[in-house]
């Protein structure tokens, strides 16, 4: 058995590989429906009624006009608009150097990054690499301790979820008591 190439996208339930099942179409296939035989006079009645139909909503469209959107909806909020003039902010210039300087440090943090990457990737595989070679001559020595080795250890990565049972009251919090009422606006077309 030879060891197989890890990538990331494969799903690892034991430690020796991958679980190598997959469901294709083939497998969610079912039997071909009957093919019902159908009057073309039929078929094209059915097609000349849908095209009527987009005719109509064409004129019909054409007629009335593209609907408008309600002013309250265009304006927006009058609290924002009042305080406009506080909001807005002033745009800092940047020099040519500074913002050549900016993208050189980019680029260099992108290097970096990429190489980082790279590095981790090509350690991992090395890792996986070495861990399926030894699995195979393991295999070769012994069958039991092979199949005790690839067996998963529950105590492994012990895993608990230990969080508050009780908070804390917030300070001068008043909780909602009764219906809620939807205020939503809702614009007919």
């Not at 009058?78 to 500074?98: C, H, M, P, Q």
């Not at 049972?165 to 001068?172: C, D, R």
Request: one cysteine or more; charged letters at 35%; proline letters at 6%.
């Amino acid at each position: 058995m030879a060891p197989c190439k890890w990538t990331p996208a494969r799903n690892f339930t034991r430690a020796s590989g991958p679980l190598l099942f997959k469901a294709t179409p083939q497998l969610q296939a079912e039997p071909m429906k009957k093919k019902k035989k159908v009057d073309m006079s039929i078929v094209l009645g059915r097609e000349m009624k849908k095209r009527r139909k987009i005719e109509k909503a064409i004129r019909k469209q054409e007629m009335k006009g593209q609907k408008l959107k309600p002013v309250e909806e265009i304006e927006g909020d009058r609290t924002v608009l009042k305080t406009l003039d506080k909001r807005k902010r002033d745009v800092a210039t940047v020099s040519f150097d500074e913002s050549e300087q900016r993208a050189l440090l980019h680029k260099n943090w992108t290097r970096y990054k990429t190489q980082q990457f790279v590095n981790e990737w090509r350690t991992v595989e090395r890792v996986v690499r070495s861990q399926s070679s030894a699995l195979l001559e393991l295999r070769q020595e012994s069958e039991q301790l092979y199949q005790q080795a690839i067996e998963i250890d529950e105590k492994l990565i012990p895993f608990e979820a230990r969080g508050p049972l009780e908070t804390p009251p917030i300070k001068g919090y008043l909780a909602p008591d009764g219906d809620s009422v939807d205020t939503t606006r809702k614009f007919d077309k």
